[in-house]
Structures are given as C-alpha cells and as structure tokens.
C-alpha cells in the first residue's frame, strides 16, 4: 500500500509561482516513476509532469513545458511540482501519483499509475 499527501496549493495571480510536495509513505518509494496530474472543474484529468526513478528521466505537457519543473527528493521521500509563471488557465486540482510497473522510466497516462493522493487546488486569478 502507498500513500501520497500533496500540499502547497493555494492561490495565487497570474504570473507568480508555487510549489507543490507530494510526501510519500507506504512501499518503496525510490523505484517508482512519479507524476503530475490537474484536473479542472467540467474537465477530464490531464498529464502535467513525470519522473523517473531516479530522477535522471522527466517529461511534461506541452502546456506546462518551460514553466513547470518536477523533482524528487529520496531520503524525503517527496516528489516536488515548482510552477513558475502562472496563468489562469493552470487553475486546476493538482494530484500526484505513483506507478508501480517497471517497463518505462517516465510515465504519461493515467491508467499507468496504480495509487493517487487526494489532490490539493490550485488558483491562479487575472
């Protein structure tokens, strides 16, 4: 059993930054690929961020490219979303997620991933 907490929602106006923690718990972190997902209200959970094992390997939306970084930290077993440069349309539930699979470093879809924190919001205003 694995269990993810996210924080570091909040809100914030466009243009500014946040970071998101995504504390871990349970079976081993360290092997697992993390990820990203938002989900905004009326719409269907979207990728946002994934990282490797090791944190060697990631990959991001292209609408969160260049502004969004994914880390990890292993001996916190936290994984981190930083957002620079918030717009409203990055107004969303963030989750995080864990894969546990082994036949790829980095992960893009949903179904991949086998347990899910309980989301924390987000709000960037104009």
């Known amino acids: 059993q694995v269990q993810l907490v996210e924080s570091g929602g909040g809100l914030v106006q466009a243009g500014g930054s946040l970071r998101l923690s995504c504390a871990a718990s349970g079976r081993t972190f360290s092997s697992n690929v993390m990820g990203w997902f938002r989900q905004a209200p009326g719409k269907e959970r979207e990728f946002v961020a994934t990282?490797?094992?090791?944190?060697?390997?990631?990959g991001y939306a292209d609408s969160v490219k260049g502004r969004f970084t994914i880390s990890r930290d292993h001996p916190k077993n936290t994984v981190y979303l930083q957002m620079n440069s918030l717009k409203p349309e990055d107004t969303a539930v963030y989750y995080c997620?864990?894969?546990?699979?082994?036949?790829?470093?980095?992960?893009?879809?949903?179904?991949?991933?086998?347990?899910w924190g309980q989301g924390t919001q987000v709000t960037v205003s104009s």
């Open positions: 990282v490797s094992w090791n944190g060697g390997s990631t």
């Open positions: 997620a864990t894969a546990l699979r082994y036949y790829s470093d980095t992960y893009y879809h949903a179904h991949e991933y086998d347990y």
